[in-house]
């Protein structure tokens, strides 16, 4: 058996193919968009309103708190969370959003069942238990730098709000605060804004950048 094989032939685990309907509409509309996408979990959440929270690997403490406080928020406000399961920020707000009772999205940059950093292992589990684990990279596909500011791009695709929940937004928001921090990293979050600011005529996209 192959390596694909034997990854799908274990929890909820499939492939969804550009030409198919359930294919992430957000996401079919990229011009390069993934041909494939290796999907962990819940692919339904896929199509849910969905908020991006991104930012610094090396957080303050107080970053990391306002992180996963900010996450749950929006989580309990009925927004899934998305995000890139990097170390800091990234995995402060998909644990905010679990420990939350909410969902998540992580993509990775590595292939579906390379959990990057290998610290996040227990993490990547727990996230395509209760959320779902996204990435178009295929089983064993190692860590390579080019392919995270690829990644971006899905992250920040697949953040959308809708009219109906703009009213959570602001509720959620007024409730915690992500504050960046004097010595913030700003580079990644940067790609994604740029990502993001790409596909700005798509109504409705909301994505936010924590460095702290």
């Known amino acids: 058996m192959d390596p694909l094989q034997r990854w799908l032939a274990h929890g909820h685990r499939r492939l969804l193919r ?3 309907p359930e294919y992430p509409a957000l996401l079919r509309h990229l011009a390069d ?3 494939v996408l290796y999907v962990d979990g819940d692919a339904g959440l896929l ?3 969905t908020i991006a929270i991104v930012g610094s690997r090396r957080p303050t403490a107080g970053g990391l708190d306002n992180a996963r406080a900010f996450a749950g928020a929006l989580a309990r406000a009925g927004w899934c969370i998305a995000s890139g399961m990097a170390a800091g920020i990234d995995t402060a707000a998909h644990l905010g959003a679990l ?4 969902t998540t999205i992580a993509v990775l940059g590595t292939g579906i069942d390379v959990p990057y950093p290998p610290g996040n292992a227990r993490t990547m589990a727990r996230i395509a238990e209760q959320g779902v684990v996204v990435s178009e990279y295929a089983p064993g596909h190692p860590m390579q730098a080019f392919q995270f500011p690829q990644r971006n791009r899905i992250v920040a695709a697949a953040a959308v709000s809708s009219p109906r929940a703009a009213g ?5 928001t007024s409730r915690a605060l992500l504050s960046a921090g004097p010595r913030a990293r700003a580079a990644r979050a940067s790609r994604t804004r740029a990502h993001a600011a790409a596909r700005s005529r798509d109504a409705g996209a909301a994505s936010l950048f924590c460095t702290a």
């Open 18 to 20: 550009l030409d198919q």
């Open 99 to 102: 420990d939350a009772g909410g």
């Open 168 to 172: 959570d937004w602001r509720a959620a």
């Open 33 to 35: 968009a993934p041909r």
């Open 47 to 49: 199509w849910r309103p």
